[in-house]
């Protein structure tokens, strides 16, 4: 069977798809693993308690009726129109506009099928090829009416899910960071990320129109780094200098699930897109994301929508609208889920500090998110390779060449030398998956000697 170029680009063996499909197996498999790997959020008591009352009230409340009447806060038997369910988006108005000051008001938001659907929409608004408005009739050139813009990520490394979401082609441009070696809660053996400002601001591609959008998340996936008020205000600065959008991937920052430790503000203008979601507040089943961004890129959005999902599902609307009206949502964000994963980061630092101490281990300052980032100097073999045999081993982590998107990883020594590792798990599989990983790697560096 022949597919088209775009089911070409689909088909083929990505970093994500490697991921979803480790994870699949995993959970299917009939030996232990220890699940280190995937973006998963924790079971957390509180967090379960309280979204199971939430969805059993909405089997009281009419909202699984038919009747299109119904005075249900939102029925789930209904389409929403493409920019998404309409009580939720008016929540969220007031959520932000409470605690924010933003003036928005619901042309400035639109619902997506998961933040993976937000930036598959984003990313191809903003990058790939665009109609040159500047050649004129007389140009040379004019007979090339297009050109290529890249997404710009002013800090590799990022995501591994937004490498592959351009429908044709890969439109990424990257700036390497700087690496400061740190202490942590007065230890030694960490190390922080910052933006390259020189560089970035050096980059021909900005200069000549050839960026689309910049783009990043705060905190980081992969390595919870937080960029700091300074670094966003720099980055929003040259977004509004060369009339380009600045996106924000919010998955796991502020206000929900506010997995952020640092001390920092979030801020938002008409130049500016933010992205949210319900993931990582323990609700990645229900696949709802969150874009507030000025009304043309929500028009657009939702035309998307009307197109690749007729709407976006209603389910975790109709869970979360009462918890957003409320505040319980960032009660919940604030008291019970960022607590638990800054104990989460505290129990693997110091299991990792006991296997590995003596040797060339490196982690990223837990500043937020779901993970840490492991970087193993000058190990014998390539992360990927390590996966490899710690996947043989029942332990599943994510090597670093993926989470590089616009760079020329073969050329680039440290992206092959990083693992990101989930601290979602329970005590007992981090202890288990850490003896691995430790195990594994002193045998490595000791082989080595």
């Not at 591609?205 to 705060?218: D, F, M, N, Q």
């Amino acid at each position: 069977m022949k597919f088209s170029k775009f089911g070409q680009k689909f088909i083929q063996p990505t970093g994500i798809s490697q991921l979803m499909d480790d994870l699949g197996d995993a959970l299917k498999s009939d030996e232990p693993v220890n699940m280190l790997g995937g973006g998963n959020p924790a079971r957390i008591d509180a967090v379960n308690e309280l979204f199971l009352e939430t969805y059993q009230a909405l089997g009281n409340d009419g909202s699984f009726r038919e009747d299109i009447n119904s005075t249900a806060t939102s029925s789930m038997a209904n389409y929403s129109n493409p920019q998404g369910d309409a009580a939720f988006i008016d929540a969220l108005v007031g959520f932000f506009n409470r605690h924010y000051n933003w003036n928005l008001t619901s042309e400035n938001i639109a619902l997506t099928n998961g933040s993976q659907n937000a930036f598959f929409y984003l990313f191809n608004l903003f990058g790939g090829a665009f109609v040159n408005d500047e050649l004129d009739e007389s140009s040379q050139d004019k007979g090339n009416k297009s050109i290529d813009k890249s997404i710009l990520l002013p800090l590799a490394p990022e995501y591994i899910g937004y490498s592959d979401v351009h429908v044709e082609g890969q439109h990424f441009m990257a700036v390497l960071p700087h690496i400061d070696d740190i202490a942590h809660d007065g230890e030694e053996g960490f190390f922080k990320y910052r933006v390259d400002f020189e560089a970035l601001e050096n980059l021909p591609a900005l200069k000549e129109g050839r960026i689309g959008a910049i783009c990043c998340s705060r905190p980081t996936n992969p390595t919870g780094n937080v960029l700091t008020d300074e670094e966003m205000s720099h980055l929003a600065e040259i977004a509004k200098r060369y009339d380009v959008p600045l996106i924000i991937d919010n998955a796991y920052g502020m206000p929900f699930p506010n997995i952020i430790y640092s001390d920092v503000t979030l801020s938002w203008d008409d130049n500016t897109i933010l992205c949210f979601s319900l993931s990582k507040i323990g609700l990645p089943g229900v696949r709802t994301g969150i874009i507030v961004a000025a009304p043309e890129v929500i028009e657009a959005v939702s035309a998307m929508n009307a197109v690749v999902n007729l709407s976006p599902t209603r389910f975790g609307a109709s869970i979360v609208t009462p918890l957003v009206n409320n505040d319980a949502i960032k009660d919940l964000s604030d008291n019970d889920i960022k607590p638990f994963y800054q104990q989460q980061a505290k129990t693997a630092v110091a299991l990792l500090k006991n296997e590995l101490g003596d040797y060339p281990l490196a982690i990223h300052k837990p500043e937020g998110a779901i993970f840490l980032w492991l970087w193993f100097k000058d190990l014998p073999i390539s992360t990927s390779e390590l996966y490899e045999i710690l996947k043989e081993k029942g332990t599943l982590i994510v090597p670093s060449q993926y989470f590089f998107p616009g760079v020329e990883v073969d050329n680039y020594k440290h992206a092959h030398e990083c693992i990101r590792m989930s601290i979602a798990a329970d005590e007992d599989t981090l202890k288990k998956g850490i003896a691995v990983i430790g195990e594994v790697v002193r045998g490595l560096y000791d082989k080595a000697k």
